[in-house]
């Protein structure tokens, strides 16, 4: 991750943006970048564009890419340009609007509901082929991997990656490291039961990467693909229903449900939901255990760690088969 002092100041991305464009910006703003990255917010004329800046490239190029799932209830940002400059990869995407959906409250779970419902169903929708590389983005033949295998390296700390080192990191705090290993033996034992299927995962719902309407009832941006794969849709699914208790929104979205009644799914999209959900559940929360004590957040370390706790021991979830 960039240092803050690594990205330019606004005077100095408002000179670069203006020889970019070769015309006047105007309302250039500092927007809540994410982890990964810093952006901006600007206009060229009518034009209402967002500027990304990063130390990677790939992330910018797996966006550029996923604009081919862009659709009505699936809307991508259009990536219009890439590059580099202040010694950083930038992007340029055209800007959308709305508030984050994990901004939402309680109270807005009925609408809140529709919207992710929705969205699930766009993503479900995408057309895909079971000889699909589960690692769409990568022609390289070392994406050829399974959708179990790509589960299982969500929880390896591999040297190569960016985020590494993060397993000795947790050994050194034992309670943790035995609830790692439990959920870790857990989902072993789950796989089985969760089939190789290629629907269209984003993969990091919420966090900044999901944009509603003001009244909460419409998704209007889908952000930051660079977790996506092709493989069980009740990923995503498990996603929200794992991170509800930090969102009352989501929460109150009652997503599981939803899902289980989906007019789009069928028995056999079903079959074996409450396992595939809970073994997601686990992966999600094991590999967020690594993520946590990389960034050396102890806080959240012990949050995810006591959710993972109490989805371990509660086991499947009920209502499905």
């Known amino acids: 991750m960039a240092k803050p002092e690594a990205y330019p100041a606004l005077e100095q991305v408002a000179a670069w943006l203006t020889h970019h464009h070769g015309a006047e910006i105007t309302d250039l703003a500092a927007l809540s970048g994410g982890f990964w990255s810093s952006a901006y917010a600007y206009q060229v004329g009518e034009e209402a564009l967002v500027l990304r800046l990063s130390e990677m490239a790939e992330g910018f190029a797996i966006d550029r890419a996923a604009m081919r799932f862009s659709g009505p209830n699936l809307p991508v940002p259009r990536v219009i340009d890439v590059g580099q400059a202040f010694g950083l990869h930038y992007a340029i995407s055209v800007r959308h609007y709305g508030r984050f959906i994990e901004t939402t409250a309680a109270s807005e779970g009925g609408k809140v509901g529709d919207a992710l419902a929705t969205l699930l169903q766009a993503l479900r929708a995408v057309p895909t082929a079971k000889t699909d590389r589960v690692v769409w983005y990568d022609a390289s033949e ?164 006591k959710k993972l706790e109490r989805s371990l021991k509660k086991g499947p979830m009920r209502g499905a088969n």
């Open 142 to 305: 070392a994406a050829n991997i399974s959708w179990h295998s790509w589960l299982l390296n969500g929880l390896q700390d591999n040297a190569e990656d960016v985020v590494s080192g993060w397993r000795a990191k947790l050994a050194e705090q034992p309670e943790i490291d035995d609830l790692f290993q439990r959920c870790e033996a857990r989902i072993h034992e789950l796989l089985p039961a969760c089939p190789e299927r290629r629907d269209l995962v984003h993969g990091d719902l919420l966090h900044q990467n999901v944009l509603v309407s003001e009244d909460g009832g419409v998704v209007t941006a889908v952000f930051s693909w660079k977790c996506s794969a092709l493989g069980d849709f009740l990923y995503d699914v498990a996603w929200c229903t794992f991170w509800s208790d930090w969102h009352p929104g989501i929460a109150a979205a009652n997503i599981w449900q939803r899902t289980l009644s989906a007019p789009d799914l069928t028995p056999a999209d079903l079959e074996n939901a409450a396992l595939r959900h809970h073994c997601y559940e686990l992966q999600i929360g094991a590999s967020h255990l690594g993520w946590n004590v990389w960034t050396n957040n102890q806080k959240e370390l012990e949050a995810v760690a």
